[in-house]
């Protein structure tokens, strides 16, 4: 089992940044790949970014615009998303997953284990 635990949400202006962190505990954190993803109010949850666990990125460049960068500290078990230039339209809970190192790793799909969230509110 891994836990992970989201912080870095609040309230925050349009244009401005927030840095995102994801805590895991319980099994060896280097061997799991991970994402962010989010879920704005009324509609589906949607891939954000992930990084892979030789340090692959990959983001969802629809929305991304390079505005955001995903990395990670073995040595912490956490990953971070930073957010620059943030939009009303990035308003959304944000969560952290994670999934075993594998063959078929897939960015934006197959993920196991899941954050309760981390609230982002942009304001214009």
């Known amino acids: 089992q891994v836990q992970l635990v989201e912080s870095g949400g609040g309230l925050v202006q349009a244009g401005g940044s927030l840095r995102l962190s994801c805590v895991a505990s319980?099994?060896?954190?280097?061997?799991?790949?991970m994402g962010w993803f989010r879920r704005a109010p009324g509609k589906e949850r949607e891939f954000v970014a992930a990084?892979?666990?030789?340090?692959?990125?990959?983001y969802n460049i629809e929305f991304m615009k390079g505005r955001f960068t995903i990395s990670r500290d073995n040595a912490k078990k956490t990953v971070y998303l930073e957010m620059n230039s943030l939009q009303p339209e990035d308003t959304a809970v944000y969560y952290c997953?994670?999934?075993?190192?594998?063959?078929?790793?897939?960015?934006?799909?197959?993920?196991?284990?899941w954050g309760q969230g981390a609230q982002v509110t942009v304001h214009s």
């Open positions: 990084i892979s666990v030789s340090g692959g990125r990959a």
């Open positions: 997953a994670a999934q075993m190192a594998s063959a078929t790793y897939l960015p934006v799909m197959g993920y196991d284990y």
């Open positions: 319980g099994r060896t954190f280097s061997n799991y790949n």
